[in-house]
Structure formats: C-alpha cells, structure tokens
C-alpha cells in the first residue's frame, strides 16, 4: 500500500555532485523516519544518512561534511544532496521509509534502488 518513488540517480565524474529524491505515498501517517542506504558489489547494505519527522539526521562517517539528507513533511519526501562525490560512494541507494501507526507498531518501506556511478 506504501509506495517510494526514487530518482535522481546517474552517472558523474568524481568531484561532481548529484541530488536524489525520494517520495512516499499511500498511508494515512506520514513517515516517523526516511532514509537512504546503499549496497555496492560485494558489500553489505549499509546505511548513509537517515533523518527523523523532527530533522534530526544521522550519517555514515564515510559521507560526513559531503553528503547533506533533508525532508520535506508536507510533501513526505526526503532529498539527498551527494557533493564530492568518490569512486567508492558507487552503489545502488536505496530510499526507506518507516512509519508508526496509533498503536505504535512500526512498519518498514523500501525504493526499488537507484544507480549511482562515480568513475572518469
């Protein structure tokens, strides 16, 4: 019923910059949390930056002082501004969403992954 909606993603050369988006649709609750995570080949999906209905934000120590998450509530989408980008930040992002009904259940959401590519 809850859907995420990426964009944003493509190919730059290392230095370069890109933004992605990401909007959640399909519940009565907006999202208590959206984040982006990302899995290159080989590795494990980790998680780049996340930011709560508050702003509070939280990042990767790998994207810190580059990486910028911010969140638009009225909109329930949340942005990833990625700057100086580097060859190893190469990976599919994905969007997640989570959400916290009245009886404080929590549900999880994800995108359907986007391509980043940082090479020259």
């Known amino acids: 019923q809850v859907q995420l909606v990426e964009s944003g993603g493509g190919l730059v050369q290392p230095g370069g910059y890109l933004r992605l988006s990401c909007a959640a649709s399909?519940?009565?609750?907006?999202?208590?949390?959206m984040g982006w995570y990302r899995q290159a080949p080989g590795t494990e999906r980790e998680l780049v930056a996340q930011?709560?209905?508050?702003?509070?934000?939280n990042y990767a120590d790998s994207v810190k002082g580059r990486f910028t998450i911010s969140r638009d509530n009225a909109k329930n989408t949340v942005y990833l501004q990625m700057n100086s980008l580097k060859p190893e930040d190469t990976a599919v992002y994905y969007c997640?969403?989570?959400?916290?009904?009245?009886?404080?259940?929590?549900?999880?959401?994800w995108g359907q992954g986007t391509q980043v590519t940082v090479s020259s």
């Open positions: 930011i709560t209905r508050g702003g509070s934000t």
């Open positions: 399909g519940s009565i609750f907006s999202p208590n949390a």
């Open positions: 997640n969403a989570e959400y916290m009904d009245t009886g404080y259940r929590r549900y999880a959401y």
